[in-house]
């Protein structure tokens, strides 16, 4: 997450690594508590509303940039104390 609000990492590469991980956590029947779970579902909802082919997107889709500012701000979010 970091890695794609730093631009080190692609949306495309951040989207595929991201949903990589989640396949590999269902399969292992892991799960997380709230309010992680929470959080981490805002980036995992825009991810499914994102096409990581440009090619492929169409309008109403989520954008490059409005993908980066919802994990930015779920990071921040994060970051926050208790």
């Not at 949306?11 to 709230?34: C, H, I, M, N």
């Not at 082919?53 to 926050?80: C, N």
Request: aromatic residues 6%.
């Amino acid at each position: 997450m970091e890695a794609l609000c730093e631009g080190s990492a692609t949306p495309e590469s951040f989207a595929r690594g991201w949903l990589a991980a989640r396949r590999r956590a269902l399969g292992r029947r892991e799960r997380l508590k709230e309010p992680l779970g929470r959080l981490l579902d805002r980036v995992f909802y825009a991810l499914e509303d994102y096409s990581i082919d440009p090619a492929l997107r169409e309008e109403g889709d989520v954008s490059d940039d409005e993908l980066i500012a919802i994990v930015r701000d779920t990071l921040q979010e994060m970051k926050k104390p208790n």
